[in-house]
């Protein structure tokens, strides 16, 4: 069906053939503009009217035009280039008729390039005195108005575009993402780690306990699975004697969507050979150290309506230790599995049919009485076997040697002391398949070809997964995962 244009999508459309009237192509070429409005405001600080008319400053700049003021034969704009936003005042006498006439034709949101010296106006704002106007492309549709116009954010997430036209601190969370990314990765650089790219595509669904998506190789006629982690292959290449790894990268679960949570997100997965579970804390301190002071500026952020300080060491505290400090439950004495479920009803902890031991138990009085506790940044660590499949055992075989980091009741990493037995590991395996058939979808599947990697060797290690659009997430100060992610996943609309 034709969409029905609006009064103003119509207007600006009838403006085409008088650009061409005026040998100007409506949607433009290319344009060799030379400054950002960010550098010139830093080049003039400090210099009066006086300076600038002694020693004119040539501009040469492109953008959106987001103010029009026309005033007959001399006009103030504003335009905004990717970094920044500027006013300009083109007069018929400077610009000439010409370029007048195809400036007379502009809307907001058309893109446009403006040469011409610095000044500043009467009211003390610096702009640019436009001797060259050029249209390069014309915009269709008009722009929501700043203020009252895009605001919602499921409008603002199927809108990105115009999203990051009208609003700055979209703009501003969009561009500071990838210095994030770039701060992680100049950390890891420093410290001396290798980063590498696997595939996306995996024949089983391995590395971590989630529900994966599905897709099918035709050449091949067989399933694939969109990977839910990168950790077996990143193994497998410590085995071959990469011993500082890491991989940034796209990870795919089948899971729900809410503030925390989007289908597809981007994590980092590090491993560090000769090393254990400490090294792996002082990488996640020490990289959240390093973004926070060299990308963005600052520790202390605001987030969920707390103040994070990340600037202080992080906390430590093992699962059964915070559990017992909630609820009085001490999950390091011997608890029969029944004695387990009496407690778990006792305080209204939610059960699965699958389990079928204490370890199962205690995860689950972590994720719903001690988890929404830990707001300032702590170490959560020895977690029960059941739950980590790829972790090695502390001394008491009940528990093994990972930990997750914890901000606000919100999980952003995932560390163990890496097992590298393959007899102890086939075992773990096997346990998960046994989960997997009395009905829990998110066990481990055996990956056969990291069990022949094992049996090569693989040294002793730690390694870590931290979700990269959490941390996003923190640093921008932004309470929901689509605020960081430029297109999320989104339900249909209705």
Sequence with gaps: MEEKLTDQEQARREKLPRYEELGVDPFGARYDWKDRIVDIRKKVEGLTAEDLEANPIEVDVAGRLVAIRRMGKASFVNIKDEYGQMQAWIGINVVGEHDYDVFKLADLGDIV???????????????IRVNKYTHITKCLKPLPEKFHGLTDLEERCRKRYVDLIINDDSRRVALLRPAIVKGIRDYCDSLGFVEVETPVLSPIAGGASARPFITHHNTLDKDFYLRIATELNLKKLMVGGIDRVYEIGRIFRNEGMDNRHNPEFTTIELYQAYGDLSDMMAWAEGVMHYVAEKVVGKSVFKWHGQEIDLSKPF???????AIKNVCGVDFT???PFEEAVKLAKEHKVPLEKSWNSTGYIMQAFFDELVEPTLIQPTFLHTYPIEVSPLTKKTDDPRFVDRFE?????????????????????KERFLAQMAARNRGDDEANEIDYTFLDALDYGMPPAGGIGMGIDRLCMLMAEEDTIREVLLFPTMKDEK
């Design 333 to 335: 004495k011997d608890i």
């Design 405 to 425: 980091l914890f901000i606000c009741g919100t999980e952003f990493g995932n560390a163990y002391s890496e097992l590298n037995n393959p007899f102890d590991q």
């Design 315 to 321: 906390a430590k505290i093992s699962m059964a230790e």
């Design 113 to 127: 390039g403006l040469k011409g010296t610095l000044m500043i106006s009467r009211t003390g704002e610096l702009t």
